[in-house]
Structures are given as structure tokens and as C-alpha cells.
């Protein structure tokens, strides 16, 4: 169904047919852009800013591109297109015909599952809140407002569903998920990650490729849903979800690129030389390994424990999959099923099996992992064709938890378990001290000139929509 724009709210779920439904959301719309304007991109609301914005719900060409200002952005309500027939593919109910509305029985768990994924939406934006103002060039300020735009157009997806299914109860929830804030004290975000400050441009990065990947998992396994409505409105995220990613893989790709073209120019052949690295005002490695570090983790925290309870009564009731569910060749029950989990065994970290459904969480986080490398392998080849001999690598998931079946104990990134006067005393070896925080802050000058990069960052290979190298991605009025 395409997307009907001459709609206050653009939709491709007839809202129109449904008149209260209608007020209801138009009723929270100005409280969403309030929201906006005061805890979304500081600034540049006046701005001309290259945004995509969803035309169609299917795979080929579904975004036009233009210029818009942000507060003028068309937040609407998409879903994916409904796969006729569909059956519920895993749980107890497997093989019966999906659902368009929520049983009375799963009301709680899918409403607690729609908000905490809702939360996450405007939490991301709010943590992003005044990167705009040391943006690297134009081009990498326009890929933060349409992350930005798209993770505000999420919190609408999420909306969406807690007015149409959940009464009042949801919208409720609607109102709520304006009212938390990332970070804080006394109304923080849901889960941990989203109350961490992201105010600098290497953990925006960092952010997009890890955080928003976990979203990439938590919305394939809800894409699965048994709850239709539920599982098109995911589907069609993860369309929007691509580009995200892209911009944080390409970004630390770039900053690599970056730092091995400078060593190679000043002839350092030691990486591991900070000083003279940072000398020439570029990300060292071993800084951003440190970053890595602390992104990863933080996103690692997001599966929820390894062992779960939780999990387990998703999957039975056909809430929430697992990653590529339906491609998987099994019962799709897991009743008699087992999975190595990592545990903490007499003071080792040990594989035990367990029983698959409690163990879903840890599955997923595998899945998840396995993903994450990809990018590392990229970012390696980009080192090693420079004639380094340096390897970014993922710290073992025991390392900096708080979180799970390790939140109790410290352990390196190795996975050697190490008592609490080591961890305080070798911590800044492995995450980011108030020293690198400095250095990195003193690399975030803005650079707002058409075409133009910061010293620490090489411009793209191609631009947004094939755009060229001197593009104006955001006319900035002065
Ligand atoms: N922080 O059995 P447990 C994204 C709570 S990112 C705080 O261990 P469960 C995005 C948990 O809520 C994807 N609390 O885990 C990215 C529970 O509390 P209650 C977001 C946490 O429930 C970038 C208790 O601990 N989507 O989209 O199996 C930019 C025991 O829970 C945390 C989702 O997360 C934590 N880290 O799984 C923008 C999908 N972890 O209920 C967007 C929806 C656990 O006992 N959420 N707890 O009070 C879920 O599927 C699950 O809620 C979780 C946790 C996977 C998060």
C-alpha cells in the first residue's frame, strides 16, 4: 500500500478509516514535535538538511531525497506489507494463523516489549542531542540528522502500535516515552546504554556500528512476531536501520584510513606510539581499540542476561523469534533443546549447556557478535594495506559488564578474571580515561565548509545519493 502524504500524519495503514485512532495520534503529534525541538538536534532547525524520506514500503527505490528542514520532517506511520497467509512460526502457537491484534493473555509482555524498544528510539536522539555542533564535515552532519529524523520516525512506528492495540494504557506509554530522559536522575531512559552520553564523533560512530546493531537483532527477532502488526512494522525499520550502520562502519573505517595515511607520512612504524600519533592530530589506535571496547560492551549489556526467564516466555507465546527464525531448520519449540552459554563456573568462565529457551538472550547476543566481526575485518585490512602490524579486536564478553552473569566480577579483555585492585588500577588500559576523553575533545572542531573534512577523518568513497565530493548536504543559514 503506498503512503498517503496529504495526511497530517503520513501512513500507509488507512488511518483516516479509523477516526479516533486519528484524533488520538494527532493529539500526541504536537507533543512529539515539542520533543523534538527541545531534545532532538540543538540548532539548525532552520537548516536545509539532504534527508531521505520514506516514499514506498518495498525494497526497490523507496526513499526520494531533498531538502528539508528538520522540524518539517513527514514522521509517519509505515508498515511493511503484510505477507499473506503468514503463520506464526515459532512458540507454542507455531503453525497457526498470525494475529492482528494482541491476546488478552500477552497483553503485558508485548506492551513492556514495544516500550522498552520505543524508548530506545528518542533516548538515541537525546544522547546525540549537540554532536551537530563538532561535525567533521557537511556530509557527516547530514548522516546524523537522518539518523536522527529516522530514529524519531521509529518512536512513531512504536507509537503507532501503543494507540491502535493498547488503549489507554498505551497511550499512556505514548505520553511517557516523551516524558524519560536519556541520562536523567530522576526519569532516566529504560535500558542503561541509552543514559550514556554520546558528545563526541568517534562514539557516535562506535554507537551506529554496535548500539544501533543490537537493534538490528532486537528487530529482526521482533520482526518474527507472531503479532502481525508488530512484525511489518520491524520489518520495515530494518530498511531504515541499513543506512545507520552504514554510517558507523564507514566512519570508523574512515578514521582508520586517516591515522594509517599520517603514520605513513610521518614515517611512524610503531602505532602503538601515542604521543607522536596524536602529535599529528589523528585517532590513535590503541584510543579507538579502547573505544571499541567500551561501545561493544555497553551494546553486549542490551541482550539482557544470558539466561532468562523473560526470554524464554517470549519465545513460548510467539512474541519475540529468534534471528532468522524461519530459516532456521528445527522444531521452532525448543522444548528439549540445549545451548552453550558462558557462565561463571567455581571462578572460571566455562561453556554450559543450558536449556535453549532460557538461553535465547545469548543466542541472539552470538548472532550478534558474529556480525560485529565483520566490521573488524574491514577495519584490519584497511591497517594491514598500510603496512601495519595492529589488530582491532572485540574484548571478551566477560570484560566490562553490568549486565548478566558477569556484572559481578571484573575480567580483561582477554577474559582473564582479575581482582578489583588490578581492574581499578588497569582500567584506563582498556577503556577510555578522562586523558583520551581530552584528546578526542580536542579533535572535535567543527568543519561546516562545503566539500571539506576534519584532519582526523578521510571523506567518503561515494556520497549520500551519488551526490559529488562538494555536495552541500546542509545549507546552514548564517
Ligand atoms: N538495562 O531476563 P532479563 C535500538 C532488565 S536497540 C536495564 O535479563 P530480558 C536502537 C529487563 O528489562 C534495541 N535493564 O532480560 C539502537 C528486566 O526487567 P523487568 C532495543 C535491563 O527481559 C540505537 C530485567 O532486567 N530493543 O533499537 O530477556 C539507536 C531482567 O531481564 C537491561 C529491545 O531491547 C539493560 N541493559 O531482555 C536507537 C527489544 N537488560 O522486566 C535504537 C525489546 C535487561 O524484570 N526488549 N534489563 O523489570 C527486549 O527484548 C528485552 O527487554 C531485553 C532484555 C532484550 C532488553
Redesign the pocket.
Known sequence: MSIDYSEKIPNNVNLSNDRTLQRALEHWQPHFLDWWREMGPHDFASADVYLRTATGVDAQGWATYGAVKMPDYRWGIFLADAIPERKIGFGDSFGEPVWQQVPGEFRSQFR??IV??GD??PA?VEQQHLLGHTCPSLYDLRNLFQVNVE?GR?LWAMVYLLHAHFGRDGREEAEELLARHSGDTDKPR????FNEPISDWLSFFCFTYF??R??KF??KS?AESSFDPLARTCRFMLTEEAHHMFVGETGISRVVQRTCEAMRAAGISDPADVARVRALGVVDLPTLQKKLNLHYTLSL?????EV????ANAFNAGI?GRYHETQIKDDHRLQNDTYPVLKLVNGEIRRVDEPALTAL?MRLRDDYTQDCVKGLLRWNKIISTAGYDFKLTLPNVAFHRQ??EFRDIHATPDGVLIDDATWNRRRSEWLPSADDGDFIASLMTPVTETGRYAPWISPPKVGIDNKPGDFEYVKIET
Open positions: 513492556r516489549l522498552t524498544q530506545t528510539e538515541s530514529e521509529h529504560i535500558l542503561g546504554t548500539t544501533d543490537d537493534g532486537q528487530l521482533l549489556d542490551l541482550f539482557g542476561s532468562s526467564t523473560n526470554a519475540k538472550n549486565i548478566g
